[in-house]
């Protein structure tokens, strides 16, 4: 029987609407000790005001650098059941489509070897399994190897590529999310699995610029969606729209950041040359608009939470590359940039910071990319352009 | 040059920088193709022998690094 421990402090956590995640280590730490003493452990720092948790060290299966995340107690004598509390990165399939037998076996394995918690998905997207020993980790490892399934990564490597629903279950998609995840993961298992970045690097594929899954904020490289051709107007569904209440002046024509639209009480008119494509009126009114033409991907980089310079999105580098299998041109593309980020990225630099330290200017010119309007992010603020002697006469 | 030779080499350099540097697979990729004027690839390729060997692992201590397992 696992000790109960008392628990006033995570208790107020259970209180109001919303789900818990200590009703469920609640439940679990009713069968397993691991989880109860996880309990124990985490209302302590509650009391305490402290995290008693180490990370890192030399936990791991044979030939992967990633995947596993040592974790420690540091009141190893308080809380035994958690001296070794690893964490399990599983990589996700692409779009989250799991079958039932599958996340019954995933459960089955982690009642077993693990402390029972799980976390879909953790923030990286990976399958997350929270809390197992040292001496069970190439047990699990075998466990979910023999059914097809693989670690994620961790540490200074590839993170495992996420993505969107895109074209699964959704029609704006431009492109692939799901085959360019999967290509992606297949294409550098060993930059997943065999650290040998400066630090990490996430791939994030949304399939417009809606972006669903925030690829613009939280992807060292974000692949959106997009198109090269005019928007189709059904004028007709323009006026149902408008006829069931919508403000199509102030919700449509007034929010367009680059002001392409206009609306007399019946026809909407879009100039197609000045629209940046941002999917504001088609998310709006999708029986109404769509995109037309050739698709493709808009190419950023360098998105970042925690910068030394605040949060950061990711940047235009490329404006519009076809994404048909088997994505060598991106794939190619990527290459120099991780050439560039090795030859230059200081220990636990991201890229985008390694940008921001060198300069786009150095940055473009390794990665062989000419400097194009729609890499500038800020008005008056594009200092990679520059001009010789021989420009300045002309 | 042998695999062999390359992989006593990266052994070799990683024996002697413990404790003093902790060696990031690209260090070691960068200071064997120079030193034996082999290519990167070749290294890489070498040293994922010795990780799946188990004569090195992988380590996290704020960054991944290569070293000798503890005995």
Same mark, same amino acid.
């Given at each position: 029987?696992?000790?109960?421990?008392?628990?006033?402090?995570?208790?107020?956590?259970?209180?109001?609407?919303?789900?818990?995640?200590?009703?469920?280590?609640?439940?679990?730490?009713?069968?397993?000790?691991?989880?109860?003493?996880?309990?124990?452990?985490?209302?302590?720092?509650?009391?305490?005001?402290?995290?008693?948790?180490?990370?890192?060290?030399?936990?791991?299966?044979?030939?992967?650098?990633?995947?596993?995340?040592?974790?420690?107690?540091?009141?190893?004598?308080?809380?035994?059941?958690?001296?070794?509390?690893?964490?399990?990165?599983?990589?996700?399939?692409?779009?989250?489509?799991?079958?039932?037998?599958?996340?019954?076996?995933?459960?089955?394995?982690?009642?077993?070897?693990?402390?029972?918690?799980?976390?879909?998905?953790?923030?990286?997207?990976?399958?997350?399994?929270?809390?197992?020993?040292?001496?069970?980790?190439?047990?699990?490892?075998?466990?979910?190897?023999?059914?097809?399934?693989?670690?994620?990564?961790?540490?200074?490597?590839?993170?495992?590529?996420?993505?969107?629903?895109?074209?699964?279950?959704?029609?704006?998609?431009?492109?692939?999310?799901?085959?360019?995840?999967?290509?992606?993961?297949?294409?550098?298992?060993?930059?997943?699995?065999?650290?040998?970045?400066?630090?990490?690097?996430?791939?994030?594929?949304?399939?417009?610029?809606?972006?669903?899954?925030?690829?613009?904020?939280?992807?060292?490289?974000?692949?959106?969606?997009?198109?090269?051709?005019?928007?189709?107007?059904?004028?007709?569904?323009?006026?149902?729209?408008?006829?069931?209440?919508?403000?199509?002046?102030?919700?449509?024509?007034?929010?367009?950041?680059?002001?392409?639209?206009?609306?007399?009480?019946?026809?909407?008119?879009?100039?197609?040359?000045?629209?940046?494509?941002?999917?504001?009126?088609?998310?709006?009114?999708?029986?109404?608009?769509?995109?037309?033409?050739?698709?493709?991907?808009?190419?950023?980089?360098?998105?970042?939470?925690?910068?030394?310079?605040?949060?950061?999105?990711?940047?235009?580098?490329?404006?519009?590359?076809?994404?048909?299998?088997?994505?060598?041109?991106?794939?190619?593309?990527?290459?120099?940039?991780?050439?560039?980020?090795?030859?230059?990225?200081?220990?636990?630099?991201?890229?985008?910071?390694?940008?921001?330290?060198?300069?786009?200017?150095?940055?473009?010119?390794?990665?062989?990319?000419?400097?194009?309007?729609?890499?500038?992010?800020?008005?008056?603020?594009?200092?990679?352009?520059?001009?010789?002697?021989?420009?300045?006469?002309? | 040059?042998?695999?062999?030779?390359?992989?006593?080499?990266?052994?070799?350099?990683?024996?002697?920088?413990?404790?003093?540097?902790?060696?990031?697979?690209? @260090?070691?990729? !960068?200071? &064997?193709?120079?030193?034996? %004027?082999? =290519?990167?690839? #070749?290294?890489?390729?070498?040293?994922?022998?010795?990780? @799946?060997?188990? !004569?090195? &692992?992988?380590?996290?201590? %704020?960054? =991944?690094?290569? #070293?000798?397992?503890?005995?």
């Amino acid at each position: 029987m696992p000790k109960k421990y008392e628990t006033p402090l995570l208790d107020e956590l259970e209180k109001g609407p919303f789900p818990s995640f200590v009703t469920e280590i609640k439940k679990a730490a009713a069968k397993n000790d691991m989880a109860a003493d996880e309990l124990g452990q985490l209302e302590k720092s509650y009391r305490d005001k402290r995290g008693y948790w180490k990370h890192g060290g030399i936990v791991g299966v044979r030939g992967y650098g990633s995947g596993v995340i040592g974790r420690y107690s540091s009141l190893p004598e308080e809380f035994p059941n958690v001296a070794n509390f690893h964490t399990v990165r599983i990589n996700s399939i692409a779009g989250f489509f799991y079958t039932s037998k599958f996340l019954k076996e995933a459960c089955d394995i982690w009642d077993k070897y693990g402390s029972g918690l799980t976390n879909l998905h953790g923030s990286t997207g990976d399958f997350v399994l929270l809390g197992t020993t040292t001496e069970n980790l190439e047990p699990i490892f075998a466990e979910f190897s023999s059914r097809g399934w693989d670690l994620g990564g961790s540490g200074s490597a590839l993170r495992t590529p996420s993505c969107c629903v895109g074209p699964a279950r959704c029609e704006w998609s431009n492109i692939d999310t799901l085959d360019i995840t999967y290509s992606i993961t297949q294409e550098w298992q060993d930059e997943m699995h065999r650290p040998a970045f400066p630090y990490k690097f996430k791939f994030k594929t949304a399939g417009c610029a809606v972006d669903c899954i925030a690829s613009i904020a939280r992807a060292d490289c974000s692949i959106i969606g997009t198109w090269k051709g005019n928007i189709a107007v059904d004028q007709a569904e323009v006026a149902n729209y408008a006829k069931k209440g919508m403000n199509i002046q102030e919700e449509i024509v007034n929010m367009c950041p680059s002001k392409c639209m206009s609306y007399d009480g019946k026809e909407l008119k879009i100039n197609d040359a000045d629209c940046v494509r941002c999917m504001h009126c088609i998310a709006k009114m999708t029986k109404a608009l769509k995109p037309t033409g050739e698709k493709g991907a808009t190419i950023l980089i360098g998105s970042k939470a925690p910068f030394v310079i605040g949060a950061t999105l990711s940047w235009v580098i490329v404006p519009f590359i076809k994404m048909e299998p088997p994505y060598d041109e991106f794939k190619d593309l990527i290459r120099k940039m991780w050439e560039f980020w090795d030859e230059h990225g200081k220990n636990r630099e991201r890229i985008g910071e390694l940008i921001i330290r060198k300069g786009m200017r150095e940055f473009l010119e390794y990665i062989g990319i000419e400097p194009q309007a729609q890499q500038v992010k800020e008005p008056r603020r594009d200092p990679f352009f520059f001009w010789t002697e021989a420009d300045l006469q002309k | 040059m042998e695999k062999e030779e390359v992989k006593k080499k990266i052994y070799e350099l990683v024996e002697k920088s413990m404790g003093k540097k902790k060696l990031k697979s690209s @260090d070691i990729q !960068k200071t &064997i193709s120079a030193e034996a %004027g082999i =290519s990167r690839d #070749e290294v890489k390729d070498a040293l994922k022998d010795l990780i @799946d060997e188990g !004569k090195l &692992i992988y380590t996290y201590f %704020g960054g =991944s690094f290569v #070293e000798i397992p503890p005995k």
